[in-house]
């Protein structure tokens, strides 16, 4: 298994090589560069000198290639994703900072996804066809259906309008006071995950309804098990590893969520730090996010390839 | 003595978009304790459904045990709690079934599996019903039984799959096991093997044995008494010797000649029975065999002959029955 996990982690190299040259070069090619962006913010005038200036004092004025180049050698030889070009301080410091707050973000919403999925998608499958049933899918096709960044707004506008409440906008990190960071990460996680466990019901519910017909299943009853321990002992985990293999396929998703809610709710991950940098049109800090969030994404679907040895005795890592 | 097992009228009936099916239609026998029935017909003749009604597994719904009674050792199964009919399951009555590959769970070791009635049943610890689970496999002569617990399906073949359900079922010391066609998905060389262990590990624990088949074959060697089942219904009943000698039906004798014999001389044809089974949710009025009979009379189309005694201990549900003794193999 050892051998196994090398194997991939080696295997990832060309593929983030490959995508980081995508990313490398498609945010060079966002229209309107950073030299503008500067020198209208500074009310420089744009002269021809300063502009030539700037762009030689940010390494911009070598051709992509070699601009390309000089950023990967700085991450195989220092282990650096180069400065912001704004406020020259090292992109690896920026982002190790933010990494953790959308962790904790991901993770939660993968949390509210499974812990309501997963009982929910079985319920409804053994109650296949009852009222619960149907309330419960119809719920499920609800939570698809409304965008998080729509209900999202509305939690930021309304209860402040009715209330005089609305979600903290200072952010508190979990070292200094955990339980009211939980308390703050709590509705964009929950927003965050209400899509996601909407599928993982409808899969597990699927999953359900088909292992709940295969022979063993007749077995375990015949053996005289209760139903409840025939579901949980002999039919979850064989409907579950699908479910696996969900988790990892959408991880990139739930990345892309973390994006907008950490806008609304102003949640500084690497979400926040991605819009403004492409606003600003921070290259390193763009390039740096997308090749550190293709590093979790690579690594998620390792973990969940590893999972499925714990669930499935047939997958063997060779 | 009353019988260990006595079903009396039993009929289960399945809701479908052809309307609803009479799966099991009035069936009734008894068996004693360490006694061996079979239970024969062709495939859909509501064998399994009879089987899986006993122990009330019938899934509901579309299915629905519609009438009869179940007596086992003095109480009537289909009144039964839930929960007193679970702790009869696996323990005082132990099935096996028919596919090795799917009856076992993929994810969980074969000797978990085994175990898992032990643990239930008997409050056994796990570790200790482990132990026993080794036992069992050795005593279903299942070689190095102490490494195979810990193996998953897979890396079974389909005969040693079946050696582990048959250790399953002897788990609690079943008064009863019923084996629904435990050999038909296996090679016919380790088929007489499951056969001869079956039958030997039930004798040694002196549990009766119900064995369904569509082989005839089986039943001459392992069977004491024979119901032949045919559209839901018993066509014929009576000892396993006295009805391989001489069938009272119609479609037992088509049976017959449809397998091979023992007693046959080698060369001799073997003749299928022509036409299909009947559907069951539009059965004809009089005897559900006489489109495919080619003794049937008017008096077959239009009235259902009654399951009577043919001769004391023989039953047949035929007009004729006492004519069709004397001319078998014709
Ligand atoms: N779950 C079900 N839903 C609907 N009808 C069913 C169901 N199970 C059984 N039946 C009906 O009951 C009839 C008898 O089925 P059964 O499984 O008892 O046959 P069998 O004699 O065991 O045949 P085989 O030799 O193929 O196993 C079938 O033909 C079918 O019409
Ligand atoms: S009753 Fe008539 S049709 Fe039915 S089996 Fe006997 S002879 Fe054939
Ligand atoms: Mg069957």
Redesign the pocket.
């Known amino acids: 298994m050892q051998a196994y996990i090398i194997r991939r982690l080696l295997a990832l190299i060309p593929t983030l090589i490959f995508a980081s040259l995508i990313v490398f070069i498609t945010v060079r090619l966002i229209p309107g560069d950073i030299i503008d962006l500067m020198l209208s913010s500074n009310d420089i005038g744009a002269d021809k000198k300063s502009r030539v200036q700037l762009e030689a004092a940010l390494g911009l004025d070598k051709p992509m290639v070699s601009q390309y180049f000089r950023w990967l050698g700085a991450i195989l030889f220092e282990g650096s994703l180069g400065k912001s070009l704004w406020q020259n301080t090292p992109v690896m410091e920026e982002i190790l900072h933010r990494l953790p707050i959308t962790f904790e973000l991901g993770l939660m919403a993968l949390f509210v996804a499974l812990i309501v999925g997963i009982p929910i998608g079985v319920y409804s499958a053994v109650r296949q066809d009852t009222v619960g049933d149907y309330v419960t899918r119809s719920f499920a096709i609800l939570a698809l259906a409304l965008p998080g960044f729509w209900v999202g707004t509305l939690v930021m506008v309304f209860p402040s309008i009715w209330w005089g409440w609305s979600p903290e906008v200072k952010y508190i990190a979990f070292t200094q006071d955990p339980l009211r960071n939980l308390a703050q990460m709590a509705i964009p996680a929950l927003i965050l995950g209400k899509a996601f466990s909407a599928v993982v019901m409808r899969l597990t519910r699927t999953m359900m309804l088909e292992v709940m017909r295969q022979d063993y299943i007749r077995t375990a009853l015949a053996k005289g098990l209760a139903t409840r321990t025939t579901i949980i002992r002999h039919a979850l985990r064989n409907a579950l590893i699908p479910v696996v293999t969900l988790v990892g396929l959408q991880a990139p998703v739930l990345v892309g969520g973390t994006v907008i809610l950490e806008q609304i709710f102003v949640i500084p991950g690497m979400g926040l730090l991605l819009l403004e940098a492409v606003s600003q049109r921070d290259y390193p800090i763009i390039t740096g996010v997308f090749l550190v969030v293709g590093v979790a994404v690579v690594l998620i679907n390792l973990l969940v390839d590893l999972s499925y040895g714990l669930l499935d005795p047939k997958v063997r890592y060779r | 003595m009353a019988p260990l097992l006595s079903v009396k009228g039993l009929s289960t009936e399945f809701r479908t978009e052809r309307g609803i099916v009479k799966a099991v239609d009035n069936v009734s026998f008894d068996l004693a304790a360490g006694e061996t029935l079979a239970i024969v017909g062709e495939s859909g003749s509501g064998k399994s459904v009879t089987a899986m009604s006993i122990l009330r597994l019938i899934p509901d719904p579309p299915g629905k045990i519609s009438a009869g009674e179940v007596m086992f050792d003095g109480q009537n199964l289909l009144t039964l709690s839930d929960e007193q009919i679970r702790a009869i399951r696996g323990n005082r009555i132990a099935m096996i079934f028919q596919e090795p590959m799917s009856s076992l769970n993929p994810s969980l070791t074969v000797g978990l599996q085994i175990a898992e009635p032990i643990n239930l049943h008997r409050k056994t610890p796990w570790a200790a019903a482990m132990d026993k689970a080794v036992e069992l496999l050795g005593r279903v002569r299942m070689s190095d039984a102490a490494s195979r617990v810990k193996a998953y399906p897979h890396q079974f073949s389909g005969g040693m799959r079946q050696r582990a359900m048959i250790a399953m079922a002897l788990a609690c010391q079943p008064q009863l096991i019923i084996a629904d066609e435990p050999t038909t998905a296996l090679d016919v060389t380790v088929q007489a093997q499951i056969l001869a262990l079956l039958k030997e590990v039930t004798r040694a624990a002196n549990s009766a044995l119900i064995l369904i088949t569509h082989d005839l074959g089986v039943v001459a060697r392992y069977a004491d008494r024979v119901c032949v089942m045919y559209g839901g219904r018993i066509?014929e009943a009576g000892p396993a010797r006295e009805i391989y000698a001489r069938p009272r039906?119609?479609?037992t004798i088509g049976l017959m000649a449809s397998v091979p014999r023992l007693d046959q001389e080698a060369g001799s044809r073997l003749v299928p029975i022509e036409g299909s089974p009947p559907n069951l949710a539009n059965l004809p009025p009089?005897?559900?065999?006489?489109?495919?009979?080619?003794?049937?009379?008017d008096?077959?189309?239009n009235h259902?002959?009654l399951l009577v005694q043919s001769t004391p201990d023989h039953l047949?549900?035929?007009?004729?029955?006492a004519q069709?003794s004397a001319n078998v193999g014709t």
């Open positions: 066509v039906h119609p479609y009089g005897c559900a065999f006489a489109p495919r009979c080619r003794r049937a009379t008096l077959c189309r259902r002959p047949s549900a035929c007009h004729f029955h069709l």
